[in-house]
């Protein structure tokens, strides 16, 4: 889950949540959103995009589709008001209003919910195989420091994951976490040596069937001493290492069957060595986790010198789809009884039954863009507008005039999981999606 701004697990066949796919690998290359403003040191970090909307006074009516929202939530008995999350005047805050309304909802503590059932099998797997030692964290708040979700886990300063065009940030210094990594440090410190961490992520991201701006991650940490290993002929890193792939690949077996399993060597900032594990499922390759043997330095410097651990990440969502056949990742924030009935707590791959199939409608949206434009910008001000009706935004053409100015064509396809949509309804949401492109983005309309 690792990150998902990587172009070639975009690739990928099928619905592959990209939820699932190492936001911190190297390894790979980075989407074309990645590519854009990132890799400034923190100091010289430049917002390139205001929450500001500016009204055109020509507007039609703008109803909206998105729910209102509650203006305060609460998370582990922690109440978090609209104001402390979004402040659309702050230049270094680019929170909207429909991330906020996610906060609290925690689809991992939620009844009969796929997310929680699979949460709960992987418990059970840990449960089982280490005598019930892994302690489980799942409501710890969203809301966490720069130093907890990067620093703390020696991300380095000028890493893309860090820019505002891939992360939110509440303030220059605080952030809705995006990955589960950020309670890493903490736990040690507090003398944790096995523990489970679960919890809603955040990401500013693209549109599509498997992209969602918050999805569910799970961390596991466990720590060594030395008496664990010496003895065992092998160095710590071997010992932990080892230890790791047979745990994970345990753990494969319990969620999947009797599956082909790989591992590929890959890159954290936090893991060394880093390793993804792939399983062969539905006739193809499928990434499951991102792990490795954590760095010696994040131990140190939390009080655990002398020992050794293994840290791994995993995407729910990703996983979720596979198991219960779920085709469209806006569907795990679904409250329609057609959706939530079809689950129950206990029974981990009951196969998902779609209760209808809406139309799609396209709309097209061309404008010349300016240097400063991204993608993720563009979903963000769609999503602002459509919601969760927005089910994809596609680049379907990109062009350079000879005066050097550069066009690009999105076409946006607006569905309802739930209904059939009107056509003064579509139009609606496209002349509002519009209007915000040009006022937010400032990009010229063709
Ligand atoms: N935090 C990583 C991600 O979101 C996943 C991970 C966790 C990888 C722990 C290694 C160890 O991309």
């Known amino acids: 889950m690792l990150i998902r701004r990587i172009t070639c697990a975009r690739a990928l066949p099928l619905s592959i949540p990209m939820a699932t796919s190492p936001l911190f690998s190297h390894l790979k290359p980075f989407s074309p959103s990645s590519s854009l403003p990132p890799r400034v040191p923190s100091s010289s970090r430049s917002f390139p995009f205001s929450s500001l909307a500016s009204a055109s006074p020509s507007k039609p009516s703008s109803k909206r589709a998105n729910p209102p929202i509650a ?169 932990a290492a080892m230890d790791l792939k047979k745990c994970l690949e345990g753990l494969a077996r319990h969620l999947f069957g009797a599956v082909e399993m790989r591992w590929v060597d890959t890159y954290f900032p936090f893991t060394n060595p880093s390793f993804e594990l792939e399983i062969y499922f539905q006739e193809r390759w499928m990434e499951v986790l991102g792990c490795g043997v954590t760095e010696q330095e994040i131990l140190s410097r939390n009080g655990r010198n002398d020992c050794v651990a293994w840290a791994f990440g995993l995407g729910l ?40 199939k809406f139309p799609p409608c396209y709309k097209d949206v061309s404008f010349w863009i300016t240097d400063s434009f991204t993608e993720n910008n563009l979903c963000e001000v769609v999503r602002g507008i459509a919601g969760d009706l927005a089910e994809e935004v596609k680049l379907i053409d990109n062009f350079t005039n000879k005066k050097g100015m550069t066009s690009h064509c999105y076409r946006i396809a607006f569905r309802s999981m739930e209904r059939s949509l009107t056509d003064d309804e579509i139009n609606q949401l496209q002349w509002n999606v519009r209007e915000a492109v040009q006022n937010k983005l400032h990009v010229t309309l063709r």
């Open 71 to 239: 203006a305060l939530v609460e998370v582990g008995g922690v109440k978090i008001a609209k104001d402390d999350v979004v402040r659309e005047s702050d230049p270094t805050n680019n929170v909207p209003d429909n991330i906020f309304s996610k906060i609290g909802l925690q689809l991992h503590r939620r009844d009969n919910h796929p997310i929680r059932i699979l949460k709960n099998a992987i418990y059970d797997y840990f449960d089982t195989s280490y005598s019930s030692k892994f302690v489980k964290f799942d409501d710890l708040c969203p809301i966490v420091s720069v130093q907890q979700n990067f620093d703390e886990v020696l991300v380095p300063a000028d890493h893309v994951s860090r820019s505002y065009n891939d992360t939110y940030y509440i303030n220059a210094d605080t952030v809705l976490r995006c990955h589960t990594s950020a309670h890493q440090a903490e736990l040690l410190r507090d003398g944790h040596s096995y523990f489970l961490v679960t919890g809603d992520v955040y990401r500013r991201d693209s549109i599509d069937s498997t992209h969602y701006p918050v999805f569910h991650q799970m961390e596991g940490v466990r720590v060594f001493s030395p008496d664990e290993w010496e003895g065992s002929g092998a160095d710590a890193t071997s010992y």
């Open 317 to 356: 969502e990703r996983l979720a789809m596979v198991l219960f056949d779920i085709p469209d990742i806006r569907l795990f924030w679904s409250t329609d009884q057609r959706f939530t009935s079809q689950f129950s707590e206990g029974k981990l791959g009951v196969k998902f039954k779609p209760f209808s």
